[in-house]
């Protein structure tokens, strides 16, 4: 069994900020990719950051300059700091892993349950 779950979500106002984490945990053999996706109401889900085991890092076009995405992979650990945050960024956001499972060959993605980001005044 993995599971990924997520914290930090709530209710800031515009130009606020707000830390996101997710812990990867289970039986884990090794971590890819992970990272962060939202779904805004009405809307598909989209990347928002993701970050490799090496540390190279992929954001949306909409987050660059204020979003920074970052892990701990010793604790199994995916950040997401949000600064600036605009009313437009309300979403759910949601963890994302490319991992193995311990007795397995092959990766595939996991996902957390959603935590709720609301940017309001």
């Known amino acids: 069994q993995v599971q990924l779950v997520e914290s930090g979500g709530g209710l800031v106002q515009p130009g606020g900020s707000l830390r996101l984490s997710c812990a990867a945990s289970?039986?884990?053999?090794?971590?890819?990719?992970m990272g962060w996706y939202r779904q805004a109401p009405g809307k598909e889900r989209e990347l928002v950051a993701r970050v490799t085991s090496g540390g190279s890092t992929v954001y949306a076009d909409s987050v660059k300059g204020r979003f920074t995405v970052s892990r701990d992979n010793a604790n199994k650990m995916v950040y997401l700091q949000m600064n600036s945050l605009k009313p437009e960024d309300t979403a759910v956001y949601y963890c994302?892993?490319?991992?193995?499972?311990?007795?397995?060959?092959?990766?595939?993605?996991?996902w957390g349950k959603g935590t709720l980001v609301t940017v309001s005044s």
């Open positions: 289970g039986s884990i053999g090794s971590i890819n990719a």
């Open positions: 994302n892993a490319d991992l193995r499972k311990l007795g397995t060959l092959t990766s595939r993605d996991y």
